[in-house]
């Protein structure tokens, strides 16, 4: 299904340093608030939710990692594009933005529809959402597939009654935008 178009993003968001200007603990947002990947162009993309994944410091870059299971529709999207986004959104969004963006899928839904969202783009291929808070931008540097025999604590493969194993995407954070 089509998802509604992205429009370029307003003059409210200010690129600003990650290190410095993230608020709070990343791993209580994407633990418990969860973020929003998103792949593709303003034309054409997917967005899916995502309480797994890490920040951190790489290869003498920072670094995002995400992980996504080749069902989802985002898959797709991620792995032709060069680059992903981590969206944020306030507390109050949260169940809105899971109960759709999590439990829909784009092959049939336009989620961004759906849940009443304007998609945003700051750049051809960097896609977010305008009711956000924050977006990390990543470039993607790396890739692999989970392997199951590498798993060293077996009762891992439980989470995976149908094999279809993560993807990880290491992606560089080209920027960091915060909504003013």
């Known amino acids: 299904m089509q998802q509604t178009k992205a429009i370029k993003a307003s ?20 633990s418990q608030e969860w973020t929003a990947i998103s792949a593709g162009t303003k034309e054409s993309y997917n967005t899916m939710t995502a309480s797994w994944g890490g920040i951190g410091y790489l290869w003498q870059r920072d670094v995002a990692i995400v992980y996504v299971r080749p069902t989802r529709f985002t898959y797709d999207f991620t792995e032709k594009s060069d680059y992903f986004t981590l969206t944020f959104f306030d507390q109050k969004l949260k169940a809105k933005v899971h109960k759709i963006f999590g439990n829909k899928s784009g092959r049939d839904t336009n989620k ?30 790396y890739f692999d597939d989970f392997k199951p025999n590498n798993f060293l604590d077996k009762t891992i493969n439980d989470m995976y009654p149908a094999k279809d194993y993560h993807r990880v995407y290491i992606g560089e954070i080209k920027k960091f935008y915060k909504k003013q």
């Not at 945003?120 to 977006?135: C, G, L, P, Q, T």
Request: charged share 35%; glycine share 2%; aromatic share 12%.
């Open 112 to 141: 961004a529809k759906e849940a009443n969202l304007t998609p945003i783009y700051f750049d051809e291929n960097i896609i977010s959402f305008e009711e956000a808070k924050e977006v990390i931008v990543c470039k993607k540097i």
């Open 11 to 30: 003059n409210l968001w200010k690129e600003k340093d990650i290190i410095t200007d993230f608020d709070g603990s990343f791993i209580k947002k994407i």
